[in-house]
């Protein structure tokens, strides 16, 4: 049994700046990771030409921004790099390999205790006044049920997996999910000479990354309301009426949706424009598939090679937090409590990278959490 003030799962960027604020404020804090390295989601399960959406200022972890230099919205590689810098920069030592099995509040001693599976057999049990979930929402890829899916007869993946077009140069392949990752890897796919369609599940608003960075420094001084209005019509300026091709606009604003729901406006890189084209194909909702045949809600049947479902992430907290009296985290494994109160629950529990407002959210919670344990610490 090893012990600590905090145990922090998770060696994300959430649970590395966690531990950065932590250590600064003297507080010893252990961090778990069921991978064998840090930012696994950016290392191991991110696409080759993926990049922040955001400026550079709006992405840096706590007390270290990003070096000299660094393009303002930062590739893959940059990002990875800098992340790595902050682990040494501020002395970080993840337990790597670790997969955990349980969390349970032991009233005996007064401390939370993580049991974990290190390889296949061996278990390790650590212990601290504090636990931090910093596992974050993007810990599982999420596939939807869809009547057929079984009997596809081509390449079928989760975004997480897909890494570059390449491997499907001359085939047909349908992304499914018009976020982000799903706009991209469709642009991605059809500069690689694949036949590429799209299925656009819901309404989406799509920006461009200069007037999002643009909003982004309104919102500090305009209300929001006004803000969507404006970004509303410089999109509409930019990019026509884009129900005309399969693209519907949401009713509300896209910041008071991120604010709201959490869901982020779609920021295209080059997809829009080989929609228009026809290089791309768009798509509704799928129905039904059976072999290699798929059937759309608007009774269309085609037949594709592969299928990419760019359909998000999910939360694995309930698999293994099994104490029920945190009043933290719902059945979904998101915050029970909306932004700004969802950091913290009973039982000295913490949530770090759950506020679905990317990377600038969790700074924020890092240092809220870092804050409030020095304060627990400093009554005593």
């Excluded at 991978?35 to 840096?60: G, N, P, T």
């Excluded at 636990?131 to 993946?157: D, H, K, Q, R, Y």
């Excluded at 999910?177 to 690689?192: F, K, P, R, T, V």
């Excluded at 929609?275 to 791309?280: A, D, L, P, V």
């Amino acid at each position: 049994m090893e012990q600590a003030e905090v145990i922090i799962v998770g060696a994300g960027p959430a649970g590395l700046a966690t531990s950065a604020c932590l250590r600064r404020h003297n507080i010893s804090n252990i961090v778990l990771e069921r991978e064998d390295c840090s930012a696994s989601l950016w290392k191991k399960r991110s696409y080759d030409r993926v990049k922040l959406h955001l400026a550079k200022q709006f992405c840096q972890l706590p007390h270290l921004p990003f070096p000299k230099g660094t393009p303002k919205f930062v590739p893959r590689n940059k990002f990875i790099q800098y992340v790595d810098n902050y682990v040494s920069h501020f002395g970080i030592t993840p337990r790597y390999g670790r997969s955990v099995e349980s969390a349970v509040f032991n009233e005996g001693i007064g401390k939370w205790c993580v049991t974990v599976r290190k390889r296949e057999l061996e278990e390790e049990v650590y212990c601290g006044v504090f636990l931090v979930v910093a596992t974050g929402e993007n810990s599982e890829g999420f596939t939807p049920l869809i009547e057929g899916l079984e009997s596809f007869e081509g390449v079928c993946m989760h975004s997480s997996s897909y890494v570059n077009g390449v491997e499907f140069d001359g085939k047909s392949v349908l992304v499914v999910g018009c976020g982000n990752s799903g706009m991209e890897i469709a642009y991605d796919l059809a500069n690689s000479n694949a036949n590429t369609a799209i299925c656009v599940r819901n309404p989406v608003h799509i920006l461009t990354k200069e007037i999002v960075f643009v909003a982004m420094l309104l919102l500090h001084f305009l209300p929001l309301k006004l803000v969507d209005k404006m970004v509303v019509a410089y999109s509409k300026l930019k990019h026509g009426k884009l129900s005309k091709w399969g693209l519907p606009t949401p009713k509300n604003g896209p910041f008071f949706l991120k604010a709201t729901t959490g869901r982020t406006p779609t920021i295209d890189v080059g997809c829009v424009d080989k929609i228009k084209t026809g290089e791309i194909k768009v798509f509704p909702s799928i129905t039904s598939i059976e072999g290699n045949k798929i059937e759309f809600e608007n009774g269309k049947i085609k037949s594709f090679d592969a299928i990419i479902f760019a359909t998000g992430y999910r939360s694995t907290v309930q698999n293994w937090l099994k104490e029920k009296g945190h009043y933290l985290f719902n059945k979904n494994g998101m915050p029970i409590e909306n932004f700004p109160n969802h950091w913290k629950g009973k039982m000295d529990v913490y949530s770090a990278g759950f506020a679905r407002r990317g990377l600038s959210g969790i700074s924020d919670d890092a240092q809220n959490i870092a804050n409030d344990i020095s304060m627990a610490f400093n009554k005593y």
